[in-house]
């Protein structure tokens, strides 16, 4: 019987703990009191931002407060302005379309394909009919669009890509790390993505002009030579005029314990992606009841979650699945939901946003769940967890 089988015990929200050199560096600040990242000339910020400039391959780097904040630092040192329509995936976290309607723009919501990314046929025919001039594009839960054709598309229409990289801090399309082929990449710290600071994030560029006016935007209160990946001082000229301070600055000792992390960032990527295989292993037998999101050619994500549709339950069946992996310890979300829930929200529920008909991304978010990927997980339970998986979606209708 079912109510025999075995229980996962291990929490899905356990993150790995942090390496002792970043609670060793995390003491050091504390033991200063120098958190403000302006409380010295080459404080913890300054280093990170310069060692995730060099990371990513960018010239520039602005460590922000959260991922949130990254965007909007973006948007607004691209010059969105109040009533400027702005793409974005029709499926992606509230942050991304939060962050545009904070900065006062109106989010065009585009539909998503199958497999996860946003659609460039109907991404084409937003831009055109919208006339925006910024997409917002979310490689949401770390699935890379064919960057190939958003490169076509932006130039065939004079548009400027900002990439949200929440989910996809390492993932790469033919070789070049995502948040590389626009604008700025914008990256999240906060404690469930690739780097945990609670809170946090980046923001990357090669622009020394975009970079010098997202700086003064973050509240450097005209210490902008103290940051550790940034422009010449003659960049600054305008932009310490011309934009406002958001206050939205990284302190010293979160940035303390992202540096550590960072270094062993490679490492952590590859145990991601080690352990997303087992599920995808155990569940791609049960096709076409269970269909995984295939990657593009070119793409390589980073397997720090798992996303998997049940095209044949109905409502009911998807709360019946969701009740038994419950049971089970298996902590799944559903992104079908009428209500939002936990992190969990659609494009439904975002009342910020005019309500757009997005019925193909409706069709696939309707059979949609998503499982988190601990590095607390060892091998052995994933291999567990994937048994599990496949044992309560064997029987599901195709």
Not at 138 to 146: E, F, K
Not at 271 to 288: K, Q, T
Not at 336 to 342: K, V
């Amino acid at each position: 019987m079912k109510s025999e089988r075995p229980k996962f015990e291990k929490s899905f929200t356990q993150q790995s703990a942090l390496p002792a050199d970043a609670i060793e560096a995390a003491l050091q600040v504390l033991n200063g009191a120098r958190l403000h990242r302006y409380g010295d000339s080459h404080g913890a910020v300054a280093k990170l931002e310069r060692e995730f400039a060099d990371w990513q391959g960018a010239e520039y780097c602005l460590a922000c407060a959260s991922g949130g904040q990254a965007l909007q630092i973006a948007m607004r040192a691209q010059g969105v302005a109040h009533g400027d329509p702005v793409l974005t995936n029709g499926f992606t976290l509230a942050p991304v379309p939060g962050a545009i309607r904070a900065v006062g723009g109106d989010p065009v919501l585009a539909e998503i394909t199958d497999d996860l990314i946003i659609d460039c046929d109907d991404l084409a025919m937003k831009a055109r009919s919208s006339g925006a001039r910024v997409l917002a594009l979310s490689h949401m839960r770390g699935h890379v669009a064919n960057m190939d054709r958003i490169a076509e598309i932006c130039s065939e229409f004079g548009i400027t890509l900002i990439e949200d990289c929440a989910h996809t801090m390492g993932a790469t399309y033919r070789g070049r790390k995502s948040g590389n082929f626009g604008a700025a990449g914008c990256f999240s710290s906060q404690t469930y993505k690739h780097l945990n600071s609670g809170e946090g994030g980046f923001v990357t560029t090669d622009d020394p002009a975009f970079m010098a006016r997202a700086i003064i935007l973050s509240g450097s209160y005209m210490n902008f030579d103290r940051h550790g990946a940034a422009p010449d001082a003659s960049y600054f000229a305008d932009a310490k005029y011309d934009c406002p301070n958001m206050s939205a600055r990284m302190d010293n000792l979160r940035a303390a314990i992202l540096s550590p992390q960072l270094a062993e960032l490679d490492q952590a990527i590859e145990g991601w992606n080690a352990r997303c295989a087992i599920f995808e292993d155990a569940l791609a037998p049960l096709a076409p009841a269970v269909v995984l999101p295939q990657p593009i050619t070119g793409a390589v994500r980073v397997g720090s979650s798992l996303q998997f549709r049940t095209p044949g339950l109905s409502v009911e069946g998807c709360l019946d699945l969701l009740e038994r992996l419950g049971a089970r310890g298996v902590e799944v979300k559903w992104f079908g939901r009428d209500e939002p829930s936990g992190f969990t929200s659609s494009h439904h529920h975002w009342r910020y946003v005019d309500s757009q008909a997005l019925p193909e991304t409706d069709r696939i978010l309707s059979g949609l769940f998503d499982l988190r990927i601990p590095l607390s997980f060892s091998l052995e339970d994933c291999t567990v967890l994937g048994r599990i998986l496949a044992e309560e979606l064997s029987d599901i209708p195709s």
